[in-house]
DNA sequence: GTCTCAAAGTAGACGATGTCAACAAAGCTG
DNA sequence: CAGCTTTGTTGACATCGTCTACTTTGAGAC
Protein backbone atom coordinates (compact mmCIF):
# COMPACT_ATOMS: atom_id res chain seq x y z
CA UNK A 1 0.00 0.00 0.00
CA UNK A 2 1.16 3.40 -0.64
CA UNK A 3 2.67 5.79 2.05
CA UNK A 4 0.47 8.66 2.13
CA UNK A 5 2.42 10.91 0.09
CA UNK A 6 3.77 13.10 2.46
CA UNK A 7 2.31 16.81 2.26
CA UNK A 8 5.12 19.49 2.08
CA UNK A 9 5.09 21.59 5.15
CA UNK A 10 4.03 24.70 3.24
CA UNK A 11 0.62 23.57 1.56
CA UNK A 12 0.84 26.25 -0.89
CA UNK A 13 -2.89 26.59 -1.20
CA UNK A 14 -4.57 26.49 1.88
CA UNK A 15 -6.44 29.70 1.76
CA UNK A 16 -8.38 28.55 -1.53
CA UNK A 17 -9.06 25.06 -0.37
CA UNK A 18 -10.18 26.01 3.13
CA UNK A 19 -13.21 28.33 1.03
CA UNK A 20 -13.29 25.40 -1.05
CA UNK A 21 -14.27 22.85 1.67
CA UNK A 22 -15.97 25.91 3.43
CA UNK A 23 -18.14 26.39 0.72
CA UNK A 24 -18.85 22.76 0.88
CA UNK A 25 -19.90 22.30 4.73
CA UNK A 26 -22.04 25.26 4.18
CA UNK A 27 -23.90 24.36 1.20
CA UNK A 28 -25.04 20.85 2.87
CA UNK A 29 -24.74 21.88 6.62
CA UNK A 30 -25.74 25.11 6.93
CA UNK A 31 -23.79 28.23 8.40
CA UNK A 32 -24.02 26.73 12.08
CA UNK A 33 -21.91 23.06 10.61
CA UNK A 34 -18.68 24.92 10.06
CA UNK A 35 -15.86 24.74 12.39
CA UNK A 36 -12.46 25.60 11.30
CA UNK A 37 -11.13 22.86 13.06
CA UNK A 38 -13.43 20.51 11.34
CA UNK A 39 -12.44 21.89 7.77
CA UNK A 40 -8.86 21.78 8.60
CA UNK A 41 -9.07 18.23 9.86
CA UNK A 42 -10.51 17.58 6.30
CA UNK A 43 -7.94 19.26 4.30
CA UNK A 44 -4.82 17.90 6.68
CA UNK A 45 -3.39 20.51 8.11
CA UNK A 46 -3.56 21.24 11.91
CA UNK A 47 -6.35 22.72 13.58
CA UNK A 48 -4.39 26.60 13.73
CA UNK A 49 -3.55 26.14 10.15
CA UNK A 50 -6.63 28.66 8.96
CA UNK A 51 -5.70 31.30 11.38
CA UNK A 52 -2.88 32.32 9.11
CA UNK A 53 -5.53 32.96 6.45
CA UNK A 54 -8.38 34.10 8.53
CA UNK A 55 -7.71 35.95 11.73
CA UNK A 56 -10.89 34.66 13.01
CA UNK A 57 -14.25 32.66 12.21
CA UNK A 58 -16.28 35.63 10.88
CA UNK A 59 -13.63 36.60 8.36
CA UNK A 60 -13.78 33.41 6.91
CA UNK A 61 -17.95 33.62 6.56
CA UNK A 62 -16.73 37.17 4.84
CA UNK A 63 -14.52 35.54 2.43
CA UNK A 64 -17.28 33.09 1.63
CA UNK A 65 -19.62 35.62 1.15
CA UNK A 66 -17.93 37.86 -0.74
CA UNK A 67 -16.93 34.79 -3.02
CA UNK A 68 -21.13 34.32 -2.91
CA UNK A 69 -21.70 37.73 -4.27
CA UNK A 70 -19.06 37.07 -7.32
CA UNK A 71 -20.84 33.95 -8.11
CA UNK A 72 -24.19 35.04 -7.58
CA UNK A 73 -22.92 38.23 -9.98
CA UNK A 74 -20.92 36.37 -12.64
CA UNK A 75 -24.61 34.07 -12.80
CA UNK A 76 -26.89 37.20 -13.16
CA UNK A 77 -24.39 38.88 -15.55
CA UNK A 78 -24.64 35.43 -17.74
CA UNK A 79 -27.87 34.97 -17.86
CA UNK A 80 -28.92 38.55 -18.44
CA UNK A 81 -26.52 38.73 -21.50
CA UNK A 82 -27.75 35.66 -22.86
CA UNK A 83 -31.13 35.62 -23.07
CA UNK A 84 -33.01 37.01 -25.94
CA UNK A 85 -36.15 38.63 -26.05
CA UNK A 86 -37.57 42.19 -24.51
CA UNK A 87 -36.92 43.96 -21.09
CA UNK A 88 -40.02 41.53 -19.35
CA UNK A 89 -38.23 38.37 -20.92
CA UNK A 90 -34.83 38.83 -19.84
CA UNK A 91 -35.80 40.44 -16.47
CA UNK A 92 -37.64 37.11 -15.86
CA UNK A 93 -34.49 35.21 -16.67
CA UNK A 94 -32.20 36.95 -14.63
CA UNK A 95 -34.84 36.38 -11.84
CA UNK A 96 -34.73 32.86 -12.37
CA UNK A 97 -31.23 32.68 -12.10
CA UNK A 98 -31.26 34.92 -8.84
CA UNK A 99 -33.85 32.53 -7.54
CA UNK A 100 -31.80 29.65 -8.62
CA UNK A 101 -28.91 30.62 -7.11
CA UNK A 102 -30.94 31.35 -3.84
CA UNK A 103 -32.30 27.93 -3.24
CA UNK A 104 -29.12 25.97 -4.65
CA UNK A 105 -26.97 27.67 -1.95
CA UNK A 106 -29.57 28.83 0.07
CA UNK A 107 -26.86 28.96 3.27
CA UNK A 108 -24.81 31.00 1.38
CA UNK A 109 -27.34 33.30 0.77
CA UNK A 110 -28.24 33.61 4.39
CA UNK A 111 -24.27 34.83 4.95
CA UNK A 112 -24.46 37.21 2.45
CA UNK A 113 -27.54 38.93 3.33
CA UNK A 114 -26.85 38.97 6.98
CA UNK A 115 -26.03 42.74 8.91
CA UNK A 116 -22.96 40.95 11.10
CA UNK A 117 -20.38 41.42 9.27
CA UNK A 118 -16.63 42.32 10.71
CA UNK A 119 -16.25 46.28 10.80
CA UNK A 120 -14.41 46.82 7.03
CA UNK A 121 -17.64 45.41 5.84
CA UNK A 122 -17.68 48.14 2.31
CA UNK A 123 -15.92 45.62 0.64
CA UNK A 124 -19.60 43.14 1.15
CA UNK A 125 -21.21 45.61 0.85
CA UNK A 126 -19.83 47.08 -2.66
CA UNK A 127 -20.10 43.42 -3.82
CA UNK A 128 -23.47 43.33 -3.01
CA UNK A 129 -24.20 45.98 -5.57
CA UNK A 130 -21.81 44.86 -7.86
CA UNK A 131 -23.76 41.59 -8.08
CA UNK A 132 -27.05 43.38 -8.96
CA UNK A 133 -25.48 45.65 -11.45
CA UNK A 134 -27.12 43.77 -14.21
CA UNK A 135 -31.46 44.02 -12.69
CA UNK A 136 -29.85 47.96 -12.87
CA UNK A 137 -28.85 47.90 -16.36
CA UNK A 138 -31.69 45.96 -17.89
CA UNK A 139 -33.86 48.92 -16.01
CA UNK A 140 -32.17 51.49 -17.30
CA UNK A 141 -32.38 50.19 -20.43
CA UNK A 142 -35.73 50.41 -20.43
CA UNK A 143 -35.97 53.32 -19.46
CA UNK A 144 -34.07 54.95 -21.95
CA UNK A 145 -36.27 53.15 -24.49
CA UNK A 146 -39.47 54.68 -22.90
CA UNK A 147 -40.67 51.38 -21.78
CA UNK A 148 -40.17 52.45 -18.48
CA UNK A 149 -40.75 55.38 -16.18
CA UNK A 150 -38.55 57.13 -13.93
CA UNK A 151 -35.09 58.18 -14.85
CA UNK A 152 -33.02 56.74 -12.00
CA UNK A 153 -32.66 53.31 -12.18
CA UNK A 154 -30.52 52.58 -9.66
CA UNK A 155 -33.92 53.92 -7.45
CA UNK A 156 -35.96 52.44 -9.62
CA UNK A 157 -34.73 49.03 -9.82
CA UNK A 158 -35.02 48.60 -6.13
CA UNK A 159 -38.56 47.54 -5.98
CA UNK A 160 -37.42 44.75 -8.71
CA UNK A 161 -34.37 43.98 -6.28
CA UNK A 162 -36.17 43.80 -3.43
CA UNK A 163 -39.18 42.26 -5.04
CA UNK A 164 -36.54 38.94 -6.87
CA UNK A 165 -34.41 39.04 -3.16
CA UNK A 166 -37.93 38.67 -1.29
CA UNK A 167 -39.26 35.66 -3.62
CA UNK A 168 -35.76 34.12 -3.14
CA UNK A 169 -35.57 34.75 0.72
CA UNK A 170 -38.97 33.10 0.72
CA UNK A 171 -38.71 30.68 -0.84
CA UNK A 172 -35.57 29.42 0.87
CA UNK A 173 -38.00 29.93 3.78
CA UNK A 174 -39.88 27.45 2.33
CA UNK A 175 -42.64 29.77 2.25
CA UNK A 176 -43.27 29.42 -1.33
CA UNK A 177 -43.81 25.66 -2.60
CA UNK A 178 -41.71 24.76 -5.05
CA UNK A 179 -43.81 24.17 -7.61
CA UNK A 180 -45.53 27.51 -7.74
CA UNK A 181 -41.96 29.18 -7.73
CA UNK A 182 -41.60 29.42 -11.70
CA UNK A 183 -45.45 31.03 -11.95
CA UNK A 184 -44.07 33.08 -9.00
CA UNK A 185 -41.16 34.54 -10.49
CA UNK A 186 -43.30 35.62 -13.53
CA UNK A 187 -45.66 36.95 -11.28
CA UNK A 188 -43.67 38.88 -9.43
CA UNK A 189 -41.53 40.45 -12.27
CA UNK A 190 -44.43 41.13 -14.80
CA UNK A 191 -46.31 42.86 -11.90
CA UNK A 192 -43.60 45.03 -10.66
CA UNK A 193 -42.74 45.93 -14.43
CA UNK A 194 -46.06 46.98 -15.22
CA UNK A 195 -46.09 49.26 -12.05
CA UNK A 196 -43.09 50.75 -13.81
CA UNK A 197 -44.59 51.07 -17.56
CA UNK A 198 -45.72 54.99 -18.40
CA UNK A 199 -49.00 55.73 -17.15
CA UNK B 1 -27.51 44.98 53.54
CA UNK B 2 -30.02 43.44 52.72
CA UNK B 3 -29.24 39.61 51.98
CA UNK B 4 -30.19 38.49 48.33
CA UNK B 5 -33.72 37.10 48.81
CA UNK B 6 -33.00 33.33 48.61
CA UNK B 7 -34.99 32.33 44.67
CA UNK B 8 -37.00 29.49 45.72
CA UNK B 9 -35.67 25.93 44.37
CA UNK B 10 -38.42 26.26 41.96
CA UNK B 11 -38.32 29.28 39.85
CA UNK B 12 -42.11 29.26 38.39
CA UNK B 13 -41.61 31.18 35.43
CA UNK B 14 -38.48 30.34 34.09
CA UNK B 15 -39.27 29.45 30.33
CA UNK B 16 -40.91 33.04 29.97
CA UNK B 17 -37.94 34.77 31.29
CA UNK B 18 -35.26 32.74 29.50
CA UNK B 19 -37.07 33.50 26.53
CA UNK B 20 -37.57 37.22 27.19
CA UNK B 21 -33.22 37.33 28.22
CA UNK B 22 -32.41 35.60 25.09
CA UNK B 23 -34.74 37.88 23.11
CA UNK B 24 -32.37 40.59 24.69
CA UNK B 25 -29.27 39.05 23.85
CA UNK B 26 -30.23 38.46 20.52
CA UNK B 27 -31.56 42.15 19.81
CA UNK B 28 -27.92 43.86 21.10
CA UNK B 29 -25.63 41.20 19.46
CA UNK B 30 -26.98 38.63 17.11
CA UNK B 31 -28.03 35.18 17.00
CA UNK B 32 -24.70 33.82 17.02
CA UNK B 33 -23.91 35.96 20.37
CA UNK B 34 -27.10 33.65 22.15
CA UNK B 35 -25.53 31.51 25.03
CA UNK B 36 -27.57 28.93 26.42
CA UNK B 37 -24.93 29.36 29.79
CA UNK B 38 -24.77 32.95 29.48
CA UNK B 39 -28.89 33.48 30.14
CA UNK B 40 -28.92 31.30 32.46
CA UNK B 41 -26.53 33.17 34.70
CA UNK B 42 -27.69 36.18 33.63
CA UNK B 43 -31.41 34.89 35.29
CA UNK B 44 -29.67 33.04 38.17
CA UNK B 45 -30.44 29.28 37.59
CA UNK B 46 -27.64 26.76 36.85
CA UNK B 47 -26.38 26.17 33.51
CA UNK B 48 -28.07 22.83 32.91
CA UNK B 49 -32.15 24.51 33.84
CA UNK B 50 -33.07 25.78 30.47
CA UNK B 51 -33.09 21.94 29.42
CA UNK B 52 -36.03 21.06 31.11
CA UNK B 53 -37.67 23.50 29.48
CA UNK B 54 -35.86 23.31 26.09
CA UNK B 55 -34.21 20.32 24.98
CA UNK B 56 -31.89 21.82 22.98
CA UNK B 57 -30.61 25.26 21.60
CA UNK B 58 -32.68 24.96 18.41
CA UNK B 59 -35.39 24.24 20.15
CA UNK B 60 -34.66 27.91 22.56
CA UNK B 61 -34.04 29.32 19.08
CA UNK B 62 -37.37 27.71 17.20
CA UNK B 63 -39.06 28.94 19.83
CA UNK B 64 -37.83 32.69 19.92
CA UNK B 65 -38.81 32.53 16.25
CA UNK B 66 -42.14 31.90 16.57
CA UNK B 67 -42.87 34.20 19.34
CA UNK B 68 -41.33 36.41 16.51
CA UNK B 69 -43.85 35.95 14.19
CA UNK B 70 -46.72 35.93 16.67
CA UNK B 71 -44.96 39.88 17.65
CA UNK B 72 -44.62 40.18 13.90
CA UNK B 73 -48.30 39.72 12.78
CA UNK B 74 -49.49 41.48 16.15
CA UNK B 75 -47.98 45.16 14.61
CA UNK B 76 -49.56 44.56 11.17
CA UNK B 77 -52.67 43.46 12.29
CA UNK B 78 -52.53 46.92 14.20
CA UNK B 79 -51.31 49.13 11.65
CA UNK B 80 -53.92 47.41 9.03
CA UNK B 81 -56.81 48.12 11.25
CA UNK B 82 -55.83 51.51 13.07
CA UNK B 83 -55.43 53.09 9.28
CA UNK B 84 -57.19 55.15 7.55
CA UNK B 85 -57.32 55.87 4.04
CA UNK B 86 -57.43 53.77 0.90
CA UNK B 87 -55.87 50.96 -0.20
CA UNK B 88 -52.63 52.11 -1.03
CA UNK B 89 -51.96 53.89 2.00
CA UNK B 90 -53.08 51.49 4.20
CA UNK B 91 -50.71 48.77 2.89
CA UNK B 92 -48.21 51.45 2.32
CA UNK B 93 -48.25 51.50 6.88
CA UNK B 94 -48.44 47.82 6.98
CA UNK B 95 -44.84 47.77 4.57
CA UNK B 96 -43.76 50.21 7.03
CA UNK B 97 -44.39 48.27 9.97
CA UNK B 98 -42.87 45.29 8.63
CA UNK B 99 -40.08 46.85 7.60
CA UNK B 100 -39.77 49.35 11.24
CA UNK B 101 -40.14 45.66 12.47
CA UNK B 102 -37.53 43.94 10.20
CA UNK B 103 -34.71 46.83 11.28
CA UNK B 104 -35.54 46.78 14.94
CA UNK B 105 -35.80 43.55 15.34
CA UNK B 106 -32.88 42.61 12.33
CA UNK B 107 -31.37 39.68 13.91
CA UNK B 108 -34.77 37.83 15.04
CA UNK B 109 -36.19 38.11 11.72
CA UNK B 110 -33.07 36.36 10.24
CA UNK B 111 -33.82 33.75 13.10
CA UNK B 112 -37.58 33.91 11.77
CA UNK B 113 -36.19 33.24 8.20
CA UNK B 114 -33.63 30.67 8.81
CA UNK B 115 -34.28 27.67 6.61
CA UNK B 116 -32.99 25.10 9.28
CA UNK B 117 -35.61 24.43 11.84
CA UNK B 118 -36.07 21.46 13.51
CA UNK B 119 -38.14 18.76 12.46
CA UNK B 120 -41.75 19.38 13.29
CA UNK B 121 -41.71 23.20 12.22
CA UNK B 122 -45.03 23.35 10.63
CA UNK B 123 -46.10 25.58 13.36
CA UNK B 124 -43.07 27.90 12.49
CA UNK B 125 -44.78 27.98 8.64
CA UNK B 126 -48.10 28.34 10.23
CA UNK B 127 -47.10 31.35 12.32
CA UNK B 128 -45.53 32.89 9.41
CA UNK B 129 -48.47 32.44 6.61
CA UNK B 130 -50.19 33.29 9.89
CA UNK B 131 -48.12 37.00 10.66
CA UNK B 132 -48.85 38.00 7.12
CA UNK B 133 -52.75 37.91 6.90
CA UNK B 134 -53.46 41.38 7.12
CA UNK B 135 -51.47 41.50 4.11
CA UNK B 136 -53.54 39.07 2.23
CA UNK B 137 -56.85 40.64 3.87
CA UNK B 138 -56.20 43.79 2.24
CA UNK B 139 -55.33 42.22 -1.20
CA UNK B 140 -58.86 40.36 -1.33
CA UNK B 141 -60.64 43.38 -0.27
CA UNK B 142 -58.95 45.37 -3.16
CA UNK B 143 -59.94 42.28 -5.34
CA UNK B 144 -63.31 41.88 -4.21
CA UNK B 145 -63.45 46.02 -4.77
CA UNK B 146 -62.46 45.40 -8.30
CA UNK B 147 -59.26 47.78 -7.23
CA UNK B 148 -56.82 44.77 -8.04
CA UNK B 149 -56.86 42.17 -10.74
CA UNK B 150 -57.30 38.41 -10.05
CA UNK B 151 -59.01 36.47 -7.10
CA UNK B 152 -56.74 34.29 -5.39
CA UNK B 153 -55.25 36.67 -3.11
CA UNK B 154 -52.95 34.53 -1.53
CA UNK B 155 -51.63 34.20 -4.96
CA UNK B 156 -51.72 37.65 -5.63
CA UNK B 157 -50.67 38.68 -2.27
CA UNK B 158 -46.90 36.74 -2.88
CA UNK B 159 -45.87 39.90 -5.04
CA UNK B 160 -46.74 41.92 -2.30
CA UNK B 161 -45.24 40.05 0.40
CA UNK B 162 -42.32 39.24 -1.62
CA UNK B 163 -41.37 42.70 -2.66
CA UNK B 164 -42.11 44.18 1.24
CA UNK B 165 -40.01 41.45 2.58
CA UNK B 166 -37.28 41.73 0.35
CA UNK B 167 -37.18 45.35 0.67
CA UNK B 168 -36.73 44.77 4.82
CA UNK B 169 -34.32 42.27 4.18
CA UNK B 170 -32.21 44.80 2.22
CA UNK B 171 -32.82 46.97 4.90
CA UNK B 172 -31.54 45.20 7.62
CA UNK B 173 -28.19 44.58 5.38
CA UNK B 174 -27.63 47.43 5.30
CA UNK B 175 -27.81 47.84 1.13
CA UNK B 176 -30.68 50.57 1.59
CA UNK B 177 -29.85 53.78 3.35
CA UNK B 178 -31.80 54.86 6.27
CA UNK B 179 -32.53 58.09 4.80
CA UNK B 180 -33.88 56.42 1.26
CA UNK B 181 -36.44 53.89 3.00
CA UNK B 182 -39.01 55.48 3.50
CA UNK B 183 -39.47 56.29 -0.11
CA UNK B 184 -38.16 52.89 -1.29
CA UNK B 185 -41.36 51.57 0.97
CA UNK B 186 -44.06 54.02 -0.51
CA UNK B 187 -42.43 53.17 -4.20
CA UNK B 188 -42.13 49.47 -3.59
CA UNK B 189 -45.84 49.53 -2.89
CA UNK B 190 -46.89 51.53 -5.13
CA UNK B 191 -45.50 50.00 -8.00
CA UNK B 192 -46.58 46.22 -6.92
CA UNK B 193 -49.66 47.61 -6.70
CA UNK B 194 -49.84 49.49 -10.04
CA UNK B 195 -48.78 46.05 -11.14
CA UNK B 196 -51.77 44.73 -9.87
CA UNK B 197 -54.48 46.88 -11.39
CA UNK B 198 -56.80 46.05 -13.80
CA UNK B 199 -55.16 46.97 -16.99
C1' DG C 1 -52.20 14.66 57.10
C1' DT C 2 -48.84 11.96 55.01
C1' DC C 3 -46.85 9.27 51.07
C1' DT C 4 -45.50 9.04 46.63
C1' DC C 5 -44.08 10.47 42.47
C1' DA C 6 -43.36 13.48 38.66
C1' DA C 7 -41.64 18.04 37.58
C1' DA C 8 -38.05 21.40 37.98
C1' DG C 9 -33.45 22.76 39.34
C1' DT C 10 -28.42 21.47 40.55
C1' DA C 11 -23.74 19.53 40.13
C1' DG C 12 -20.27 17.54 37.66
C1' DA C 13 -18.31 15.55 33.59
C1' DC C 14 -17.12 15.05 28.58
C1' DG C 15 -15.85 16.20 24.05
C1' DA C 16 -15.63 19.93 20.78
C1' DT C 17 -14.69 24.55 19.49
C1' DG C 18 -12.40 29.32 18.79
C1' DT C 19 -8.53 31.66 20.08
C1' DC C 20 -3.96 32.53 21.63
C1' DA C 21 1.17 32.12 22.39
C1' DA C 22 5.43 29.80 21.62
C1' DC C 23 7.89 27.14 18.46
C1' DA C 24 9.52 24.91 13.85
C1' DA C 25 10.00 24.53 8.99
C1' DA C 26 10.44 26.48 4.48
C1' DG C 27 11.05 29.86 1.12
C1' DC C 28 13.09 34.41 -0.31
C1' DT C 29 16.51 37.95 -0.48
C1' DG C 30 20.81 40.02 0.51
C1' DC D 1 24.91 30.92 3.14
C1' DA D 2 22.79 33.98 6.70
C1' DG D 3 18.83 36.17 8.20
C1' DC D 4 14.05 37.32 7.95
C1' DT D 5 9.25 36.63 6.84
C1' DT D 6 5.71 33.57 5.85
C1' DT D 7 3.30 29.55 6.84
C1' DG D 8 2.20 25.56 9.53
C1' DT D 9 2.44 22.96 14.23
C1' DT D 10 1.79 22.05 19.08
C1' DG D 11 -0.12 22.74 23.33
C1' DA D 12 -2.95 25.38 26.33
C1' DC D 13 -7.21 27.80 27.98
C1' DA D 14 -11.87 29.30 28.59
C1' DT D 15 -16.36 28.46 26.96
C1' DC D 16 -20.03 26.01 25.15
C1' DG D 17 -23.79 22.34 24.41
C1' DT D 18 -25.11 18.15 26.07
C1' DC D 19 -25.54 14.10 29.07
C1' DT D 20 -26.16 11.57 33.53
C1' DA D 21 -26.96 11.32 38.26
C1' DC D 22 -28.65 13.63 42.22
C1' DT D 23 -31.75 16.89 45.03
C1' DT D 24 -35.54 19.71 46.03
C1' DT D 25 -40.16 20.89 45.61
C1' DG D 26 -45.04 20.76 44.86
C1' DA D 27 -49.38 18.42 43.98
C1' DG D 28 -52.48 14.70 44.13
C1' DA D 29 -53.92 9.88 46.06
C1' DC D 30 -55.16 7.73 49.87
Redesign the pocket.
Known sequence: MATTSP?????????EELLARAEEVVRDGGVGD?????I?RDI??????P???F????ALLDALALRGFERLGDDLRASATRSRGGLEARLVRVAAAYVRFATREAALLELMFVGKHRDGADDLHDAGTAAFQPVVELIASGQAAGELRGTDPSQTGLAMFAAIHGLASLATAGMVAADDLEEAVRTVVAGVLDGLRPR
Open positions: RPYHHGNLRLSLREAGVSHAARRHPDRQ
